[in-house]
């Protein structure tokens, strides 16, 4: 997964309008640290398709936390030219992921 900040997010997400996740955690957090290796997993099946996997470090990027209006880390958002399609708090079932990443992937 890409870290990125307000700037990459801003290029990729919003005006590329890219198809993808973003992981909003922190590294002191224990469930974070369970979702983003799931994650990771779920990119491999994805690498073909155009479907980005990002990750946001909330203490370095409080504005980005603060612009979705997010109450806690682990939040995982779905974007699809650049519209927050979907919000996923906490530590869910790959197959939470990936039907939404399928559901956003058949939106074309």
């Avoid at 996997?53 to 682990?74: I, S």
């Amino acid at each position: 997964m890409e870290r990125i900040n307000s700037n990459e997010f801003d290029e990729k997400i919003n005006d590329e309008g890219e198809k993808c996740l973003v992981l909003f955690s922190r590294k002191s957090c224990h469930v974070c640290q369970e979702v983003h290796p799931m994650l990771e997993e779920i990119e491999e099946d994805y690498k073909d398709k155009e479907f980005g996997f990002y990750n946001v470090d909330v203490e370095e990027q409080k504005d980005l936390f603060n612009k979705f209006a997010l109450k806690g880390v682990p939040q995982v958002l779905f974007f699809d030219n650049g519209e927050c399609i979907y919000k996923v708090g906490g530590k869910q079932q790959e197959d939470d992921y990936t039907d939404k990443i399928n559901a956003i992937l058949g939106a074309n």
